[in-house]
Nanobody
Framework: QVQLVESGGGLVQAGDSLRLSCAAS????????MAWFRQAPGKEREFVAQ????????TYGDSVKGRFTITRQNAKYTVYLQMNSLKPEDTAVYYC??????????WGQGTQVTVSS
């Protein structure tokens, strides 16, 4: 089992930047990928970005390409989401997800990001 704790959310204005963090604990050696998803009120959960733990392959959702960057710090089993040029439509609860080698998924509790216009 992997436990995840997100942090870094908050209230910002359009055009501002924000960095989210997700720290993993537990069976961290089994992690193969970590990802960020988001869910706005009344909408389905949306894929934001993913990084593979070995090799660091990056994947982004179309709505955030060129504005968001996902990175990892291997020694701390922590993944970050740098969000630049934020828009009101980026307002959502952001969730971190870890997948292990057995394809088991773990989710964090979420962190709220609110972007005012």
């Amino acid at each position: 089992q992997v436990q995840l704790v997100e942090s870094g959310g908050g209230l910002v204005q359009a055009g501002d930047s924000l960095r989210l963090s997700c720290a993993a604990s537990g069976r961290t050696s089994a992690i193969t990928t970590m990802a960020w998803f988001r869910q706005a009120p009344g909408k389905e959960r949306e894929f934001v970005a993913q990084i593979t733990w070995n090799g660091g392959r990056l994947t982004y959702g179309d709505s955030v390409k060129g504005r968001f960057t996902i990175t990892r710090q291997n020694a701390k089993y922590t993944v970050y989401l740098q969000m630049n040029s934020l828009k009101p439509e980026d307002t959502a609860v952001y969730y971190c997800k870890a997948r292990t080698s057995t394809r088991a998924d773990s989710w964090g509790q979420g962190t709220q990001v609110t972007v005012s216009s």
